[in-house]
């Protein structure tokens, strides 16, 4: 069963960075496109940032520049490297995989398999 689990979260001053790892197990990596998705309370979950296995990116608006999402094939782990930080960022990051390629990478319908998550919490 395939199975995702985050690292990396934790708690940050405005402007800090914080780098997110997702490691996959029972799982043919290179077969999935990879996504990060973050929800804060009372809000929708939103995609971040997402990955395919010929290494193409996907950015939302509100993070380009600032994010850079990566992955290590070899290893089954994403990566999501969290520059400059702001308060409206603090959320529950989640690591997301769909079963193939997909028509809309940030679309969390289009993931089937979810990890439990990991707290982003930025103070100002």
């Known amino acids: 069963q395939v199975q995702l689990v985050e690292s990396g979260g934790g708690s940050v001053q405005a402007g800090g960075s914080l780098r997110l790892s997702c490691t996959a197990s029972?799982?043919?990596?290179?077969?999935?496109?990879m996504g990060w998705f973050r929800q804060a309370p009372g809000k929708e979950r939103m995609g971040v940032a997402a990955i395919n296995s010929d290494g193409n990116t996907r950015y939302a608006e509100f993070v380009k520049g600032r994010f850079t999402i990566s992955q290590d094939v070899a290893k089954n782990t994403l990566y999501m490297q969290m520059n400059s930080l702001k308060p409206e960022d603090s959320a529950m990051y989640y690591c997301?995989?769909?079963?193939?390629?997909?028509?809309?990478?940030?679309?969390?319908?289009?993931?089937?398999?979810w990890g439990q998550g990991a707290q982003v919490t930025v103070s100002s």
């Open positions: 997301a995989a769909a079963r193939r390629r997909v028509l809309w990478p940030l679309g969390k319908n289009e993931y089937s398999y």
């Open positions: 029972a799982f043919t990596y290179n077969s999935y496109t």
